[in-house]
């Protein structure tokens, strides 16, 4: 099982606080049944220092035993266009052509126009895009039509597993729900932020993972 979002990486984001959480982090996977690793430190202000997260994932890498670590990114869309698309091919899983996108949580409809201009242009340029956790987005919460048209765009979906407790932001297991009965999730990934996060994806895992035959955990 790949886990292919969470924040692993110790000291860069609002994940690991260090080395020794970022281990603890990687025993609690392990009890959670997961298999391999996407390290995705948020690409997004105030956050973001290239280098710095390429470094605490070779330190981890090191630390590791040989648990199979990925590098990769969650991308803001703002920060992406702050950036410029000059980035892309530094941003996405590191030996894979897979970009794990996250939108605004409170975008509208209308926000959707300018997302699906960018991710034609990631598509253009050979990405397959993963869209990070639609059941947090206000505009996807109240109409997952939206979500719809992103798949049929060729977007993969993945959910993250704290919906099972409600989410980060209190609103996301009844869309969740809604989209797993609609088979609509590709992946379901951590996100975790600590240890205890590893909890709710095995949990989620065991409750959602046969909901849809082309889901990948």
Same mark, same amino acid.
């Given at each position: ?5 969470c ?16 281990l ?8 959670a049944?997961? /298999?391999g ?18 470094d ?7 630390h ?20 410029g ?32 201009? /960018? ?6 340029m ?27 765009m060729?977007?993969?979906?993945q ?21 797993f ?22 949990? %989620?895992?065991?409750?959602?993972? /046969?909901?849809? %035959?082309h889901?990948?955990?």
């Amino acid at each position: 099982m790949r886990d292919i979002h969470c924040h692993i990486l110790p000291g860069v984001d609002d994940g690991a606080a260090d080395l020794d959480e970022s281990l603890a982090m990687l025993e609690a996977a392990k009890a959670a049944g997961v /298999t391999g690793i996407v390290c995705t430190p948020h690409c997004r202000d105030p956050y973001f220092d290239y280098d710095k997260m390429w470094d605490a994932y070779e330190l981890l890498v090191a630390h590791a035993n040989g648990f199979p670590l990925q590098m990769g990114f969650e991308v803001n869309h703002a920060k992406l266009m702050d950036l410029g698309m000059e980035w892309v091919d530094y941003l996405h899983f590191d030996g894979s052509n897979e970009f794990l996108l996250e939108l605004s949580s409170r975008a509208t409809k209308y926000d959707f126009e300018e997302y699906e201009r /960018t991710i034609f242009d990631l598509q253009g340029m050979g990405y397959d895009v993963i869209i990070a956790h639609p059941e947090r987005y206000k505009a996807i919460q109240e109409d997952i039509s939206i979500a719809k048209r992103l798949m049929k765009m060729g977007c993969k979906l993945q959910a993250s597993a704290d919906f099972v407790k409600g989410g980060r932001l209190g609103k996301e297991k009844k869309p969740a729900q809604k989209m797993f009965e609609e088979n609509m999730y590709r992946y379901i990934a951590s996100d975790a932020h600590y240890p205890e996060h590893y909890k709710l994806l095995a949990d %989620a895992v065991k409750k959602y993972r /046969t909901r849809g %035959a082309h889901m990948r955990v």
